[in-house]
């Protein structure tokens, strides 16, 4: 059973930074997309950054420039870099996991398709 558990998440003022983490465990298939997805109340969740198994990145537009996301395969954590952050950044930040060799643009943009997801980890960014 996959279990993400994200950590790193807190209050800052705006313009200050993030480093999100997520450590991965109880993987049963050979490939995985991983990405961070974030809500706020009253709203859906929405995809923020991802990764798939080739390596490839999508970012939504939003965040574009000002964060990234990275893995690390030996450790097998998930981190997201936020950099530059805006009060409109606050949400809970989620880690999610999807099997198989679907591309990251099409996991972004598909939050339902989401089979695995962490526990959640607020982000509060303060004007």
């Known amino acids: 059973q996959v279990q993400l558990v994200e950590s790193g998440g807190g209050s800052v003022q705006a313009g200050g930074s993030l480093r999100l983490s997520c450590a991965a465990s109880g993987f049963t298939h050979s490939s995985y997309c991983m990405g961070w997805f974030r809500q706020v109340p009253g709203k859906e969740r929405e995809g923020v950054a991802t990764?798939?198994?080739?390596?490839?990145?999508s970012y939504a537009d939003s965040v574009k420039g000002r964060f990234t996301i990275s893995q690390d395969n030996d450790k097998n954590t998930l981190y997201l870099q936020m950099n530059s952050l805006k009060p409109e950044d606050t949400a809970m930040y989620y880690c999610?996991?999807?099997?198989?060799?679907?591309?990251?643009?099409?996991?972004?943009?598909?939050?339902?398709?989401?089979?695995?997801w962490g526990q959640g980890t607020q982000v509060t960014v303060s004007s």
């Open positions: 999610a996991a999807e099997p198989g060799f679907l591309s990251s643009d099409f996991v972004l943009s598909s939050p339902s398709i989401v089979s695995n």
């Open positions: 990764i798939d198994s080739d390596g490839s990145t």
